[in-house]
C-alpha cells in the first residue's frame, strides 16, 4: 500500500497571499495524483488530476506539480471561499486508492 | 448535471447490518465504475470498495473485506453498499464517488452511525 503523507497539517494564512501545500508518495506514483478540497459539511470537490491538469471549473490560481513522489498545490492568491481541507490521493497504484490526512488552511 | 445521491445511512447497534444506495444521474452510468468512501467524524478520507462497469470486479479496503459488499444496478443507474457485522468504528459519513482517473464526481454522504 502506498503511503502519502501531507504538510503542514494546519496552516494559518491571510487572504491574499500565496499558498503551498506539500504531499509525499511512500513509493512513486508517477503523475497519478489528484488534489481535492473539502469544506466543511460538504463533499469532496476534485481540484487537479494527473498532478497538473485542473479539473473543470477549477479557477486557475489553483496549480499542481511534481511527479514521482513529491507533488505541491499552490493557490496563487488565496481567496476567502479557498479556506478548507485539501487531501492528495494517489490512483497509481491500486486497490487501495490511498488519500493523505490532509491539510487544513485556516485563516491567520 | 452530473448527480449522485446517497442514502439509507442511519444510527444502527453493533453487529447490525445496513444497505446504502447511491442514485446516480446525469451521465451514463454503466460507462463508469465507482467506488465508496468514507469519512469518520473529524477524520481524513478512506476508500472503502470499488465495483466495474459490470460488476465482474469488485475491490474491498481490508477494513471491510468479509463484511461490506458492493454491487450495481446499471439498469436502475444505482450502486449499493450492504453493511454487515457492523462495528463502531463504521461510524462515518459515506460517499459514493464517479472514478476517472481519480475520483471526479462525488454524491453529498449519508452517514452511519453504530451505536448502541
Known amino acids: 500500500e502506498i503511503v502519502m503523507t501531507q504538510s503542514p497539517a494546519t496552516l494559518s494564512v491571510s487572504p491574499g497571499e500565496r499558498v503551498t501545500l506539500s504531499c509525499r508518495a511512500s513509493?512513486?506514483?508517477?503523475?497519478?495524483l489528484a488534489w481535492y478540497q473539502q469544506k466543511p459539511g460538504q463533499a469532496p470537490r476534485l481540484l487537479i488530476y494527473?498532478?497538473?491538469t485542473r479539473a473543470t471549473g477549477i479557477p486557475a490560481r489553483f496549480s499542481g506539480s511534481g511527479s514521482g513522489t513529491e507533488f505541491t498545490l499552490t493557490i496563487s492568491s488565496l481567496q476567502s471561499e479557498d479556506f478548507a481541507v485539501y487531501y492528495c490521493?494517489?490512483?497509481?497504484?491500486?486497490?487501495?486508492?490511498?488519500f493523505g490526512q490532509g491539510t487544513k488552511v485556516e485563516i491567520k | 448535471e452530473v448527480q449522485l445521491v446517497e442514502s439509507g445511512g442511519g444510527l444502527v447497534q453493533p453487529g447490525g447490518s445496513l444497505r446504502l444506495s447511491c442514485a446516480a444521474s446525469?451521465?451514463?452510468?454503466?460507462?463508469?465504475?465507482m467506488s465508496w468512501v468514507r469519512q469518520a467524524p473529524g477524520k481524513g478520507l478512506e476508500w472503502v470498495s470499488y465495483?466495474?462497469?459490470?460488476?465482474?470486479?469488485?475491490y474491498y479496503a481490508d477494513s471491510v473485506k468479509g463484511r461490506f459488499t458492493i454491487s450495481r444496478d446499471n439498469a436502475e443507474n444505482s450502486l449499493y453498499l450492504q453493511m454487515n457485522s457492523l462495528t463502531a468504528e463504521d461510524t462515518a459519513v459515506y460517499y459514493c464517488?464517479?472514478?476517472?482517473?481519480?475520483?471526479?464526481?462525488w454524491g453529498q454522504g449519508t452517514l452511519v452511525s453504530v451505536s448502541s
Open positions: 464517488a464517479r472514478v476517472w482517473r481519480p475520483f471526479d464526481c
Open positions: 446525469g451521465f451514463t452510468f454503466s460507462a463508469y465504475t
Open positions: 465495483i466495474t462497469t459490470t460488476s465482474s470486479t469488485m
Open positions: 513509493r512513486s506514483v508517477s503523475t497519478h
Open positions: 494527473d498532478a497538473s
Open positions: 490521493q494517489q490512483y497509481n497504484d491500486w486497490p487501495p486508492w490511498t
